[in-house]
């Protein structure tokens, strides 16, 4: 007898190809947010399954902060060139030379927060009236309280008080001029189903998710790769390390992690006996206690 | 773990369930425990929340602080959304929609009921069946939540009494006979000391069925699928305008329910042309068979006109199809509804617009009684009324199908989701 039932990664690949197909058919001007993390990466593939054989009928967007890893940039030129996606990026640099961001100053100085200011006129600009996401609800407290689609007034802020509700599968993604949507396709999918889903599917991933040596230093018990973009204090000092990252943001603020796994199946070997949170190594997180609901408001990813 | 990776970790279930509850009566405790026992809480998120409560000056560590996540709710120390969690075990994974249990919370409640296969009912043992265990258990029959499970919470307060236990069992099924739900199971429980939560209780020798986890771990919910009545919404079209699929067009969709196979006699809604499912294609290749709830493209054997919001559908097998229906109605904003007011409409893949032609009662949810001279349905309220539509539905009882009996209304003016039904 056949057994109709699907597991739980088919079952959350189903329900995110709903969400991509939907996205495209309710909305005229989508983008998909690419950072060229696990996440954007599992999102891509699912956008070009939720299509195929059609090519995804929206562009890719990445918003560079000018402060990333080199492998990354590497990977999305790839990326982008193999699948023959468009791809929109909105620089950092580019909001500060014009004046619409002042630069942070000290050691920890990030372009972290000035993404948003990039973000929203990269959407104003290009008319976008929906930005696809890889944020999971399971990252973070302010993310469990997100809807699949997340309404964006026209300062692009979120008002987490004040949410649509959202009932069985039907997602309301009617809005007036010069508001939008953000879209989380991966709300339900926790960080082990993603590397469950890219051993599954086999996806090529960055090679900083896997373990290699790197010149690094230590803040704050936080491990760093050493960069141009950030300056050592006289009490650090350089060491060449065996590390690898679970998450990847831009360099000044994503931490390493000590690590061995080199394959996808260390990988979940290595998540499945994790104790601590992977936005443990995000220091854009760690600001204040409410910092991401603080960032999501204002327009956030 | 490698060896795990192929038998069978990455073919786990995966169950929803809901629990609705107010601060006192142990439910974020149960969470926490559930979440904490199955190493399921971080240490940095534990460490987080160890400080936090210090900070408050409280002396244990409050495991709600886990589930509220905004700045708003931490200050008030109350749930006002819903929250989801996410936890597995080697068994299954686990999404927990966790809701606010007071009554001016219920359009919470019915949201995070409304994707569950499971309900989590928590009574105080020391207070038996109340006002809110009775709501809770009535929203989850009415948004047709298959299994409902009954933790009698707080045993260690009444020394662990299987009389008391009985009383309480016995109480609510009593109850329970005006609900329509099949399945509940009762379990005895401190959530505070984990007795049954994740391991049997020695305290309660008496309760032989297993503790709570061991339930929501192979509670059967593969049948809760319904497999007979094949609907599948066409959400979008797919015309790749290639070479090489020149001719190719792919109606993309969720099965809704039922099972689709290649070669299938088939009709469209609402255009009632007939044809024959030529193949069900997906990225990974073609597939011989789709069923609730994969997501696929359908090929047909003829050139008809398809669009978002038809159904295809299997010509033995018909849904209703028609323009005025009843639904249960709960009612989510408060701008109160109004009889004879126009809304936009949602249900399935399609959009419509709506009027209100009758309210014809309310339901107190404390004690169930239909008010047919109250019409007044304001926020969190639960009503029944006719609908008409500006055009052909093609839906289900919500009580045989919770994807096509289900709609939303949508405010005209301002685009919030105002109310969600039930097709009766």
């Keep these: 007898m056949v057994n109709y039932h699907l597991n739980h990664i088919k079952l959350l690949e189903a329900e995110s190809v709903f969400i991509l197909r939907e996205v495209a058919a309710q909305f005229e001007r989508p983008a998909l947010l690419f950072s060229g993390g696990k996440d954007s990466i599992v999102m891509l593939h699912l956008a070009r399954k939720a299509f195929w054989p059609s090519a ?76 696809m996401g890889g944020a999971r609800r399971d990252e973070e407290k302010a993310r469990a309280k997100e809807r699949f689609f997340s309404h964006r007034d026209e300062f692009g802020q979120w008002d987490p008080k004040n949410q649509r509700p959202e009932l069985w599968n039907l997602f309301n993604g009617k809005k007036r001029i010069g508001e939008h949507f953000r879209v989380f396709p991966l709300s339900n999918w926790t960080e082990m189903d993603v590397w469950q889903y890219i051993y599954h599917e086999q996806i090529d991933m960055p090679s900083l998710y896997f373990s290699h040596d790197r010149d690094c230093f230590v803040r704050d018990g936080v491990i760093y790769s050493c960069s141009d973009f950030m300056k050592l204090k006289p009490t650090e000092k350089v060491e060449n390390m065996h590390i690898r990252f679970r998450t990847i943001g831009d360099m000044t603020c994503t931490g390493a992690t000590l690590s061995h796994a080199n394959s996808l199946e260390d990988i979940i070997e290595e998540v499945a006996a994790t104790r601590v949170t992977e936005r443990g190594s995000r220091i854009d997180d760690k600001r204040s206690e409410a910092a991401m609901e603080d960032r999501k408001k204002e327009g956030y990813f | 773990m490698a060896a795990n990776l192929k038998d069978g970790y990455l073919d786990m279930e995966l169950l929803r369930f809901t629990t609705a509850g107010s601060v006192d009566d142990g439910k974020s405790t149960l969470i926490g425990r559930l979440l904490y026992d199955s190493k399921s809480i971080f240490e940095d998120q534990y460490n987080a929340i160890k400080q936090a409560s210090e900070q408050r000056g409280e002396t244990q560590v409050n495991l709600a602080l886990l589930t509220d996540g905004l700045r708003a709710e931490r200050e008030q120390g109350i749930t006002i959304d819903v929250a989801y969690r996410y936890f597995a075990t080697p068994k299954r994974k686990f999404i927990i929609a966790d809701t606010p249990g007071h009554v001016q919370y219920t359009r919470n409640m019915v949201t995070g009921a409304s994707t569950a296969n499971l309900a989590l ?114 959400q979008y079209v797919i015309r790749p305008y290639k070479d090489e699929y020149h001719d190719y067009r792919g109606y993309a969709g969720r099965v809704a329910s039922g099972i689709f196979k290649k070669g299938d006699k088939v009709m469209v809604l609402p255009s009632g042309f007939s044809s024959r499912i030529k193949e069900i294609d997906s990225f990974d290749g073609p597939v011989e068979e789709a069923f609730s709830p994969m997501s696929v493209t359908i090929l047909l054997e003829d050139d008809i006109d398809i669009s978002r919001g038809d159904m295809i559908v299997r010509e033995n097998n018909l849904p209703n199809i028609g323009q005025d229906f009843d639904v249960m109605l709960c009612w989510m904003n408060e701008k109160k509804l109004v009889n004879g007011g126009k809304y936009a409409i949602k249900h399935t893949t399609k959009d419509a617009r709506c009027v209100i032609k009758d309210i014809r009662y309310k339901v107190d949810i404390q004690t169930l009684h239909r008010d047919e001279t109250d019409n007044s349905v304001g926020l969190n309220d639960i009503a029944r009324v006719s609908i008409r539509t500006t055009q052909p539905f093609f839906f289900d009882r919500y009580k045989n199908n919770r994807i096509t009996g289900s709609i939303i209304l949508i405010d005209e003016a301002t685009n919030e989701t105002l109310g969600a039904g039930m097709i009766i």
């Design chain 1, 56 to 131: 995804i009928p929206f562009p890719l967007m990445h918003i560079d902060t000018g402060h990333n890893f080199v492998e990354t940039l590497v990977y999305r030129d790839e990326l982008v060139e193999k699948i023959g996606a468009r791809l929109i990026v909105g620089s950092v640099q580019e909001s500060i030379d014009k004046g619409r961001a002042a630069e942070e100053t000290g050691y920890n100085a990030s372009r972290n927060v000035l993404q948003t200011v990039t973000l929203l006129d990269t959407i104003e600009e290009h008319k976008i009236d929906v930005a």
């Design chain 2, 121 to 234: 009912i928590l009574i105080d043992a020391r207070k038996g069946v109340i006002e809110q265990s009775r709501r809770h258990s009535f929203i989850a029959s009415l948004l047709k939540i298959p299994h409902l499970v009954v933790c009698i919470n707080k045993m260690d307060l009444v020394d662990y009494s299987e009389s008391v236990f009985d009383q309480i069992k016995k109480d609510f099924t009593n109850f329970a006979t005006k609900l329509d739900v099949h399945d509940i199971r009762f379990i005895p429980i401190s959530a505070l000391n984990g007795d049954n939560v994740v391991n049997s209780s020695v305290n309660m020798p008496w309760y032989k069925d297993g503790p709570l986890l061991h339930l929501l771990e192979t509670i059967h919910i593969s049948s809760d699928e319904n497999l007979v009545d094949c609907r599948f919404p066409v």
